[in-house]
């Protein structure tokens, strides 16, 4: 089978032993080969075009009615000060991240780009902008640049509980990625360690698809010490040739899902784990992929950590918040797509813990590894996510289906039991669920938020 990339000249991507069966018939459905397309970069004459529209849509709207600020409503939305709210109320919990209530990026200039379209929830799709201020010219620039393309890309990145607990400011030669503490989950992960691992597998989403457009990029972790929640910074430091894996890897984004049917009763080959633990390794962490006896060790792990987090009513809460949002939200799980009853040597995260008693059997030939690191600090809770995103988009082009199992690693007692497993060499940081993928289209979809709800267009030199 031959992939064709249209409108790339002298790029023909034709898909390698490595990409398997489900890989070729979810790509057929989804027809995302064209979208990657949508990531070249811009000839020069079509971003002037498109800045030279910016400037005509500044004059056009130059009616003080048609300004509308967006910032205000990206910054704390009202879920998120409800849970800050709640882990504050709480004597003897840690606030989130170092126990202070950590504010958005500092107020600079107010953006006034407004994102009018987007459709997130199709994976690869972009969002279209609006310009309204006198600095309209140079948001175009920025918004039409790779970069905005990238973080664009980036938003179907998977989370914790569906949090999507990130914000995005692209300036003309950067993206700052942030920390959004509103959307932290104060029970489940008081320290922040999922939020970060959350935001390091949108860090890695965004560096995949400037990839496959052809973009090298630079990354600054934790850059500076006295704004913590600013993450990372991107930018671009030059050209190459996109090879085929880089377009894989891509698409791999577009299709991924998490997967908590029971896996079916087909072995995971030997190369395919090879293949995850080599990508962790070049994301700069470790797999550890359990023998048999230490699934035992998992097993328990994973029912001491369903018996402490039921037996919390806050942690309830927390759950039925997140498996209940509002449709217009744009997050959280959907009770449609969490784990259906079945007897699995390792019990799933019960979302829906007073569902029916499971009648059949699963994840007999399912195999698990613990993601871990050597250091236990947020830069390496960051690199673990890039790395964890990179098992996630191997996992596709291996034909394997990898869902992961933060709960684990929640309760103190279950992640001591498994630093156990990793005899003191290592921080266990998540446990991962493995086994042969099926055809994910039959999954009902995971909602994700809009574009103006996560990206702030900033146009202009950020260094
Ligand atoms: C850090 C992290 C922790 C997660 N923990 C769990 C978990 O314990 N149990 C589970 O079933 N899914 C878990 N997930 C999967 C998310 O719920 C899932 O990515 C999210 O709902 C979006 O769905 P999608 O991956 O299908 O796009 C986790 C994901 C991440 C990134």
Redesign the pocket.
């Known amino acids: 089978m031959k992939l064709c990339l249209p409108r790339r000249p002298g790029l023909d991507v034709v898909a390698p032993a490595g990409v398997g069966r489900w890989w070729r018939e979810e790509a057929a459905v989804v027809g995302q080969v064209d979208a990657v397309s949508r990531l070249d970069p811009l000839p020069i004459a079509i971003q002037a075009a498109i800045a030279l529209v910016g400037v005509l849509a500044v004059l056009v709207a130059s009616s003080p009615a048609t300004v509308r600020d967006v910032r205000g409503a990206i910054c704390v939305p009202r879920t998120g000060r409800e849970h800050l709210a709640r882990s504050r109320a709480r004597p003897g919990r840690p606030a989130p991240g170092t126990g202070v209530q950590r504010p958005c990026p500092p107020a600079g200039p107010r953006p006034r780009v407004e994102v009018i379209r987007s459709d997130a929830g199709r994976p690869g799709a972009m969002g279209a902008v609006n310009f309204t201020d006198q600095d309209a010219a140079g948001r175009a620039r920025a918004a039409s640049g790779p970069l905005t393309r990238a973080v664009l890309a980036a938003l179907?990145?998977?989370?914790?509980?569906?949090t999507q607990p990130w914000r995005w400011r692209v300036y003309d030669d950067q993206a700052e990625l942030w920390a959004d503490r509103s959307r932290q989950l104060a029970t489940v992960d008081p320290d922040g360690r999922?939020l970060t691992?959350?935001c390091g597998?949108a860090l890695h989403h965004a560096v995949t698809a400037l990839a496959a457009a052809g973009q090298t990029a630079g990354i600054d972790r934790l850059p500076d010490p006295d704004r913590p929640d600013l993450l990372a910074r991107l930018w671009i430091t030059g050209r190459h040739r996109p090879e085929p894996a880089d377009v894989r890897r891509y698409q791999a984004m577009l299709i991924?899902?998490?997967?908590?049917r029971p896996f079916p009763d087909l072995p995971v080959s030997a190369a395919g784990m090879d293949a995850l633990c080599e990508a962790a390794e070049q994301g700069g962490a470790h797999l550890h992929v359990l023998h048999p006896d230490q699934v035992v060790e998992l097993t328990v792990a994973a029912g001491r950590a369903a018996e402490a987090e039921l037996a919390d009513p806050e942690y309830r809460a927390e759950l039925a918040t997140w498996t209940h949002r509002p449709a217009t939200a744009g997050d959280?799980?959907p009770p449609a797509?969490?784990?259906p009853p079945a007897r699995r040597p390792v019990p799933?995260?019960e979302?829906t813990p007073d569902g029916p008693a499971p009648d059949t059997d699963g994840d007999r030939s399912a195999r698990y590894a613990l993601l871990f690191t050597d250091v236990d600090t947020p830069t390496t809770w960051l690199t673990a996510?890039e790395a964890?995103s990179a098992v996630l988009l191997a996992a596709v082009a291996a034909d394997l289906s990898v869902?992961?199992?933060?709960?684990?690693v929640?309760v103190p007692a279950s992640r001591h039991l498994l630093s156990g497993i990793l005899a003191g060499i290592g921080h266990p940081l998540?446990a991962l669920r493995i086994g042969v993928a099926e055809p994910t289209r039959g999954?009902p979809p995971?909602p994700?938020r809009p574009a103006e709800s996560v990206i702030e267009i900033e146009g202009g030199e950020r260094r």
């Open positions: 179907p990145a998977p989370s914790i509980f569906n999922m691992l959350s597998i991924r899902r998490t997967d908590r959280g799980i797509t969490t784990a799933l995260r979302f996510g964890l869902s992961p199992m933060s709960d684990v929640e998540i999954l995971v994700r």
